[in-house]
């Protein structure tokens, strides 16, 4: 069984940064993608991107607007998202969720497994 563990997050101030990382197990391919969303209180889910660590390519939505960077190490099955320059509107609960699929998706009703989900909470 696929498991994803989420960590890092917490309480930054505006202009700070944040790095988020997921834990993969009960997978032995290197074929799958990851994808990153994000929930807001009383928003919808939204994907912020997504990377594929087989090939390490990387897709990232527009609000994005280069602060995210997302990071694989394939050996070791863990991936990263690191948050720069973050501001109130990025507080939100994080998640990270594997496709068995290699292509990157926005929908979250594409990924077959999902982290816990992670808080990050910016203050102004």
């Known amino acids: 069984e696929v498991q994803i563990v989420e960590s890092g997050g917490g309480l930054v101030q505006a202009g700070g940064s944040v790095r988020l990382s997921c834990q993969i197990s009960g997978i032995s391919s290197d074929e799958y993608t990851i994808g990153w969303f994000r929930q807001a209180p009383g928003r919808e889910r939204e994907g912020i991107g997504c990377i594929i660590p087989q090939t390490g390519r990387t897709d990232y939505g527009r609000f994005v607007k280069g602060r995210f960077t997302f990071s694989s190490d394939k050996a070791k099955k863990t991936v990263s998202l690191q948050m720069n320059n973050l501001t109130p509107e990025d507080t939100a609960v994080y998640f990270c969720?594997?496709?068995?699929?290699?292509?990157?998706?926005?929908?979250?009703?594409?990924?077959?497994?999902w982290g816990q989900g992670t808080q990050v909470t910016v203050s102004s």
């Open positions: 969720a594997l496709d068995l699929r290699v292509a990157c998706y926005y929908t979250r009703g594409l990924y077959d497994y």
